[in-house]
């Protein structure tokens, strides 16, 4: 390759023994530049990856001497498959889960009497809030804060409460054969991080830093005694704070370099870009590259239409699919087909097997659950789709889909295409614009109210898609919002 002048500077600071955080925007040739460190070295490393494809990609990459792996993988190889016979087990309420650690009766916090299934969910709350962390012991910063009882005194009072629970329900975590509390892959993870290890390599190099949890930070940057560390990622493209994820590049000790020459799209895409970068305060702003000619504007059959939730990519393709256009969804539809079928017996009165649902009787319940059950905020968007849709509609639908090969349209929400990129992009509607603020402007209208930084980080995702067309679609609001002047032009 021949190294943009970025990149030759990246290279001579890695082989002169720097820490680095690399900041590489979209398209900017992230895994290459890694690569190129990498083959230019015979010194053992290793790259952590943020998912297994993205591992297996990098594989076919990098030199021999450099291992691939997700940081689940090494956990998972060290400490995991002890607790294979646990992983994967069924869902069950949080109220059930609670009852076997002893959580029976409501409590009195100050003037509140909470439920035993309050009690339950802040409980287990509280042990995925631990996992996430670099801390080595729960405590009370690790239980959420709960509406009605922010003040401190109700809090610390609250903490009291749910604590022994907490540490009863980590410890049940700890038996390998079985126990109350469903095991999650994040809880070897942390068992892993906690047993301090040693990463046996020269370098080490972690890639979607942007996205790292506190405990893999810790167990990362504690190699630094013996290993080089360097960090590559997007501040912009920091999507999962919903999970736990932090911006780690923020505060590494380390020389700081970008790569801000965009390979992906030409000038016209980079300034829609530095719009949402603008927004969102990123550090980097982009450059195309001269001789794409990326264009925005309408585009009548899109190769992606990106969504903002699993409900609007699954409308999409059944419109599609009405339209008698051959579809695929990103990721596929084999764990919608299981779900739709288990939605389906559950309706119609019947029990389901599958792994996630048996537990439940009834459809109500799995609505309870997604609703008011923090353990089945992820099942929501599915229950919605539910709701709107027949499982039978879904069903039919998912028998349609073709493989992205063969497919004259791929659906997706902004969060799988992260890391994709597809020629034309077509942003789909239910992207929506913030609600009006309470201010007024000189004509006496409302004026729209701030964008948010997480959604203008997902709508630089979304637009960063896209290599020769880009119909802004569902952001086109964009262009009438206070916050949407043009961001820096190169």
Request: glycine residues 8%; hydrophobic residues 40%; negative net charge.
């Amino acid at each position: 390759m021949n190294p943009t002048d970025e990149q030759a500077h990246a290279a001579d600071r890695f082989h002169a023994g720097d820490h680095m955080a690399l900041q590489a925007g979209a398209g900017t040739g992230k895994t290459t530049t890694l690569a190129l460190l990498a083959t230019r070295t015979k010194r053992r490393g290793r790259y952590l990856a943020f998912n297994k494809a993205i591992a297996l990609d990098a594989a076919r990459r990098f030199p021999s001497h450099v291992s691939c792996k997700t940081a689940h993988s090494l956990a998972y190889a060290a400490v995991g498959h002890r607790y294979q016979s646990r992983l994967g087990s069924a869902r069950q309420p949080s109220w059930k889960t609670g009852s076997a650690l002893g959580i029976t009766k409501s409590m009195p916090i100050g003037d509140n009497d909470l439920s035993a299934k309050v009690l339950s969910h802040t409980a287990l709350r509280t042990v995925t809030r631990f996992c996430h962390s670099a801390d080595t012991a729960i405590a009370s910063r690790h239980v959420p804060r709960l509406r009605g009882l922010e003040c401190p005194d109700l809090h610390e009072q609250l903490a009291e409460t749910v604590l022994p629970f907490a540490r009863t329900a980590w410890e049940d975590l700890q038996h390998s054969e079985q126990g109350s509390v469903r095991f999650e892959h994040d809880h070897y993870l942390k068992m892993w991080a906690l047993s301090e290890p040693k990463i046996d390599a020269d370098f080490l190099l972690l890639d979607e830093a942007q996205d790292t949890n506190p405990v893999l930070e810790q167990v990362f940057t504690a190699q630094r005694g013996h290993a080089q560390l360097v960090m590559v990622g997007d501040s912009a493209q920091a999507i999962y704070g919903w999970r736990g994820a932090t911006d780690v590049m923020a505060h590494f000790d380390g020389t700081a370099l970008a790569l801000t020459q965009s390979f992906r799209f030409g000038p016209h895409l980079a300034q829609e870009a530095n719009r949402w970068l603008a927004i969102a305060g990123a550090p980097i702003r982009l450059q195309g590259t001269e001789t794409i000619p990326t264009r925005l504007g309408p585009v009548d059959t899109p190769d992606a239409i990106l969504c903002r939730t699993n409900v609007g990519a699954m409308t999409r393709v059944l419109s599609h699919l009405q339209a008698g256009h051959r579809v695929a969804l990103a990721g596929g539809g084999d764990s919608l087909r299981s779900l739709a079928l288990a939605a389906r017996d559950l309706k119609n009165g019947r029990p389901t097997s599958h792994t996630e649902l048996f537990l439940f009787s009834t459809w109500g319940e799995v609505q309870d659950y997604a609703a008011h059950d923090p353990a089945g905020a992820d099942l929501q968007p599915f229950v919605d789709l539910i709701d709107t849709r027949t499982p039978d509609e879904l069903l039919s639908a998912v028998s349609e889909l073709v493989d992205e090969s063969r497919a004259q349209v791929t659906v997706s929400t902004a969060h799988k295409a992260k890391g994709r990129e597809w020629p034309t992009v077509q942003i789909a509607d239910d992207f929506r614009p913030p609600k009006d603020s309470d201010e007024t402007d000189s004509q006496g209208q409302l004026v729209p109210g701030p964008i948010d930084d997480a959604e203008a980080r997902l709508a630089y995702v979304a637009v960063t898609r896209a290599r020769t067309c880009l119909d802004l679609g569902g952001l086109a609001w964009v262009n009438q919002h206070p916050d949407g002047t043009p961001g820096w032009h190169p």
